[in-house]
T-cell receptor, first 115, second 111 residues
Framework: DVKVTQSSRYLVKRTGEKVFLECVQD?????MFWYRQDPGLGLRLIYFSYDVKMKEKGDIPEGYSVSREKKERFSLILESASTNQTSMYLCASSFQGGRRSYEQYFGPGTRLTVT | GENVEQHPSTLSVQEGDSAVIKCTYS??????FPWYKQELGKRPQLIIDIRSNVGEKKDQRIAVTLNKTAKHFSLHITETQPEDSAVYFC??????????FGTGTSLTVIP
């Protein structure tokens, strides 16, 4: 059974703090993703990674950075948190495109509040 | 890049009726179209997907249809039940790696 876990379910941070969100998957997936979910806006891709130390910008990368030092672990970093980054953050993982399943498996999400 | 539009944003149906959710996409190179269901407080989960070499796919009470010429695809749920109440997201992808998601449809099935 695929398992994608995130370091926190709920997080409250102050404006200007540096925030780390961590995601771990146990399925040997090449791809890992960070999404932001806001009401009425759906799932918006922040960054994704298709291999260790590789990263690609998604649709809304501003104010975020990522790190992937190990295949199973993908971190999202908010360098200086702002109130407009209050949101639900979802991590996902998948095999790379090809003959295998394209299905993305999601983590439980981290609800981040920046005050 | 790809742009996926999803309608309606909210949908209420009586138990036992059918529900249809529609999505359009802009990039004709997109060839993979998944649908995800997210129950309240839970993570999104894949319920059905279709590739561009197929026009329709069915799995029990759910089906997806794809019209490549018009660049739209739809989710059909028949004989709806209260446990079908959730937010449904469509997505499009041309590589199987990066997905472009629609904005979601909140489906309520009224007992």
């Amino acid at each position: 059974d695929v398992k994608v876990t995130q370091s926190s379910r709920y997080l409250v941070k102050r404006t200007g703090e540096k925030v780390f969100l961590e995601c771990v998957q146990d399925m040997d997936h090449e791809n890992m993703f960070w999404y932001r979910q806001d009401p009425g806006l759906g799932l918006r891709l922040i960054y994704f990674s298709y291999d260790v130390k590789m990263k690609e910008k998604g649709d809304i990368p501003e104010g975020y950075s990522v790190s992937r030092e190990k295949k199973e672990r993908f971190s999202l970093i908010l360098e200086s948190a702002s109130t407009n980054q209050t949101s639900m953050y979802l991590c996902a993982s998948s095999f790379q495109g090809g003959r295998r399943s394209y299905e993305q498996y999601f983590g439980p999400g981290t609800r981040l509040t920046v005050t | 890049g790809e742009n996926v539009e999803q309608h309606p944003s909210t949908l209420s149906v009586q138990e036992g009726d059918s529900a249809v959710i529609k999505c359009t996409y802009s990039d004709s190179a997109s060839n993979y179209f998944p649908w995800y269901k997210q129950e309240l407080g839970k993570r999104p989960q894949l319920i059905i997907d279709i590739r561009s070499n197929v026009g329709e796919k069915k799995d029990q009470r759910i089906a997806v249809t794809l019209n490549k010429t018009a660049k739209h695809f739809s989710l059909h749920i028949t004989e709806t039940q209260p446990e079908d109440s959730a937010v449904y997201f469509c997505a499009a992808s041309k590589t199987g790696n990066q997905f472009y998601f629609g904005t979601g449809t909140s489906l309520t099935v009224i007992p």
